[in-house]
């Protein structure tokens, strides 16, 4: 014992060590030094934010490179499809040239290397080129190319098959000689790295997954608010009935354009069941499995109307508490029905067509831009062309509209369908009211069918409520309404009624002139006479 006390005197004189000696106890002080490195690194990586990792990493990376006098270190990570591989962080001593932040094929990266690193798990190499194997050709010669002299690289694990991509550093000065322990501790440091670039990536690929999420449930919540709404509405109306001719020409409309996604302009009277050609339209249509959307545009006021078409972000306006999802999002993948579009203003019209041109928009207070695809019916019982010379209603959105224009012709044109459409509304009051209807004077069927319902179905529809509610019996007595005489027409001219009159049996007949079931012959008109009328009143088939 005092044998090796009296040796360990010995050693406390700096000069009485040996070369040997000062080389060891200079590596026992590198390696401390390391060590105290590697600490202060995983402590500055514990509960680090995500938005935070890649400045840590890059300051890591420097003060390791700096330990080891190192010229360059990286750290390259594959792709989330593991097809290509890109240098993500670096270090690079001045005044030496930056590297290139290409990213490579994951192929076509040096194979040898690779799979030496994947197979060995570290290459140290002390005296490059000559300590590459002859296989390693284009190693050979991107040393050369590089004048990289040593170098150390290992692949970054974390628990994979294969791993998430390569720490290394290279020397360019002076050939590099490693000992195991530095090596190992190297290792580790890699390791360190690795874990919290994994844990980044887990962190954004979870926070994006929230956003999605959030949403989604977002657009789940407004469509479940907007399908409660729709039921109330479905359930109100049948199919369209009616088997007259006027009918059949827009039914016929309907089959040939349901099918494709052109725009549709139905335009009609109030109350002639515009909204109903709509939904057989879509029900027909390739985007059936989704439900329709609607817009009243009349009923919206103007200073909300665009946030409720496109949207609001949470504080984009006072009162606007939170983010609120827009019809036109809603719609998306399916139809939107701009019912009442002849109301729209004319500041959202321009808005409007805008959208429709380019299938993508924004939300009120928000600049991120939302593609779209959907289907617009666009519905209204103006004479938009009329609204056009009036400058009430933008040309370029009309003609964006009239790509497919359906006419719905008004009730009183089409008095054959008024049986069918009685006993329908009959039949569904009966179970609403438990009351049991068996029979419709013939006198009350010739009053409905005299009567010119200037409101249309829906007027029908509300006289026949209004007599199931008086009836007691199982006869049907309706009180029909003292009628104004006119049939909601705008001008009492004669020429203005004459070719109102003349415009809506034509559109019923589908504009055919003659021939069986023509506008002549609805009219008692000799073909030439109609032909006639309509060049004098300049009645011109639309589109």
């Not at 040898?112 to 290459?123: A, F, R």
């Not at 059949?248 to 009609?268: C, F, H, N, R």
């Not at 529809?461 to 008086?470: F, G, K, Q, S, T």
């Not at 009628?483 to 909601?488: L, R, V």
Request: aromatic share 8%; glycine share 6%.
């Amino acid at each position: 014992m005092a044998q090796h006390s009296d040796r360990a005197d010995q050693r406390c004189s700096k000069t009485d060590y040996s070369i040997e000696d000062l080389e060891v106890l200079f590596q026992f002080e590198k390696l401390l030094q390391f060590e105290k490195l590697l600490s202060t690194l995983a402590a500055a990586f514990t509960n680090l934010p995500p938005n935070q990792v890649d400045q840590e990493v890059e300051r890591g990376l420097k003060l390791v490179a700096e330990f080891l006098g190192a010229d360059r270190g990286g750290i390259s990570q594959y792709s989330e499809d593991r097809q290509t591989v890109r240098l993500t962080h670096r270090y690079v001593r001045d005044p030496i040239a930056p590297h290139p932040h290409e990213a490579f094929k994951a192929e076509s990266i040096f194979l040898w290397y690779k799979q030496t690193l994947e197979t060995m798990g570290v290459v140290v190499f002390e005296n490059l080129p000559d300590d590459l194997p002859a296989e390693a050709e284009s190693e050979k010669e991107f040393c050369v190319k590089h004048g990289i002299k040593s170098n150390i690289a290992f692949p970054l694990w974390t628990g994979k098959d294969t791993p998430d991509g390569y720490i290394g550093f290279v020397f360019l000065r002076d050939k590099k000689t490693w000992l195991p322990q530095c090596i190992e501790r190297i290792h580790f440091m890699g390791q360190i790295f690795a874990n919290v670039l994994r844990h980044k990536r887990t962190e954004e690929s979870l926070e994006r997954a929230y956003v999605e999420i959030k949403a989604l449930k977002e657009l789940l919540e407004a469509e479940n608010v907007y399908l409660k709404e729709e039921i109330k509405v479905e359930s109100s109306y049948g199919d369209i009935l009616g088997h007259s001719e006027a009918m059949k020409t827009v039914m016929t409309q309907v089959e040939q354009v349901a099918p494709t996604d052109s725009t549709v302009l139905i335009q009609g009277e109030t109350g002639t069941g515009k909204e109903l050609v709509a939904r057989a339209i879509h029900k027909l249509s390739a985007r059936s499995d989704k439900p329709m959307v609607r817009v009243n545009c009349a009923a919206i006021p103007a200073t909300l109307i665009e946030s409720e078409l496109f949207g609001h972000e949470k504080g984009a306006f006072t009162g606007a508490s939170s983010r609120q999802i827009g019809r036109f999002e809603i719609a998306d993948g399916s139809t939107i029905f701009l019912d009442e579009i002849g109301d729209l203003p004319v500041d959202m019209q321009a808005k409007l067509l805008h959208v429709l041109e380019l299938e993508q928009f924004e939300r009120v207070g928000s600049t991120e831009t939302i593609d779209i695809d959907i289907r617009v019916i666009a519905a209204t019982n103006k004479d938009l062309a009329a609204e056009v010379k009036e400058d009430r209603f933008r040309e370029d959105l009309f003609y964006r509209l009239n790509v497919f224009p359906i006419e719905v012709p008004p009730l009183r044109l089409r008095t054959e369908d008024i049986p069918m459409l009685a006993w329908a509304f009959v039949q569904e009051l009966s179970v609403k009211m438990g009351k049991v209807i068996e029979m419709i004077s013939p006198k009350t069927m010739d009053q409905l069918q005299s009567y010119p319902w200037g409101g249309n179905v829906r007027e029908l529809r509300n006289i026949i409520e209004r007599a199931m509610i008086l009836t007691n019996g199982k006869t049907l007595n309706v009180e029909m309404p003292r009628s104004n005489g006119t049939s909601n027409s705008h001008s009492m001219v004669l020429k203005d009624v004459e070719r109102d009159h003349i415009a809506e049996v034509l559109a019923m007949t589908g504009w055919k002139v003659r021939g069986e079931n023509g506008a002549a012959e609805r009219l008692d008109l000799k073909p030439s006479t109609l032909e006639s009328k309509m060049q004098k009143l300049g009645i011109k088939r639309p589109g």
